[in-house]
């Protein structure tokens, strides 16, 4: 048996208080406290539901039986252990890897399904398809999703996924910057929920947003991940907040959310942070 490290003692001890029913009770209130008075404040109703699962965990049936779909074909990727999903450049990087850590995790892929049914989407787009973990939660959301990926060994395995999941999605091999603007030009029906993940810098991400934010539909949502992840990411996400035509942007510590309402329009910023779950550090 491995001896662990007094960090990671701290960190299970931390775990279990903050999984204690006392606690849990009262950290409950607490974030149920701080989204009421977000919606006070003007949050937009349509992502109610959405976090308020966040804070109480409770699913429909048909919503869990999705969650549960999608985790058995992680769980089923995670189990070849000796297959890879290679980046673009072809370096063997392993598929359990990608599909455990890589990939967007339980929690934030059941909020984008969430998000995405709430609001009636009928058109998603992803940048960063991995190995389609996001992109089957999305598309069980929205009635279509376009993905992009740069790998096409990752492409492939993602297009599996989506299909396994029965949802219904294009997936278009290329880097951002070449394939992105095409993609966005064919997009009739707009955009009704978009999740940006990838290529973690500022101005990247900026210029993603900019070339989307022309298709994005009255009450679309923009997920940005991994807005603390790099300073850049950070000085990306403090412009995101403030930009023109974002009616409310939710600060959810690593991921970011804005409700596009269309040009003109000053958003309202939402500090979420305190409804996600335990302290970011106590995520294992």
């Known amino acids: 048996m491995t001896a662990s490290t007094p960090r990671q003692r701290l960190v ?5 208080l903050f999984d204690s029913p ?11 406290r701080l989204l009421d008075e977000a919606l006070a ?8 539901g959405p976090l308020r699962w966040l804070i109480t965990g409770e699913l429909a049936p048909d919503d869990r039986a999705t969650m549960e779909r999608i985790e058995e074909i992680r769980s089923a990727l995670a189990a070849q252990r000796e297959a890879n999903a290679p980046t673009r450049g072809g370096g063997p990087v392993p598929l359990r890897r990608v599909a455990l850590s890589a990939s967007v995790n339980r929690r934030f892929g059941t909020l984008l399904y969430l ?22 939660y999305l598309a069980s959301g929205a009635g279509h999703v376009i993905s992009i990926e740069a790998s096409p060994d990752r492409a492939e395995i993602a297009r599996e996924t989506a299909a396994r999941a029965g949802t219904e ?26 999740w940006i993940d990838g290529h973690h810098r500022r101005g990247p991400t900026l210029r993603y947003f900019n070339t989307i934010s022309p298709k994005l539909n009255q009450g679309a949502v923009v997920a940005f991940d991994d807005i603390r992840q790099t300073p850049g990411m950070r000085r990306a996400w403090s412009i995101l ?13 690593a991921i970011g959310i804005g409700v596009w309402a269309g040009e003109g329009t000053q958003p309202r910023a939402h500090d979420l942070r305190g409804i996600y779950g335990r302290p970011r550090w106590l995520h294992r």
């Open 22 to 32: 006392p606690v849990s009770r009262a950290l409950r209130r607490h974030r149920a």
């Open 41 to 48: 404040r003007g949050l937009s109703p349509s992502l109610e």
């Open 12 to 16: 299970a001890a931390s775990a279990h």
């Open 241 to 253: 907040q403030r930009t023109d035509g974002f009616a409310d942007t939710l600060d959810l510590e």
């Open 115 to 136: 998000c995405a049914k709430a609001i009636g989407a009928r058109t998603g787009l992803e940048l960063g398809s991995a190995v389609g973990i996001g992109t089957a």
């Open 169 to 194: 999605v294009e997936v278009v091999v290329g880097r951002f910057r070449r394939v992105l603007p095409s993609v966005v030009e064919r997009l009739d029906e707009g955009v009704d929920i978009a």
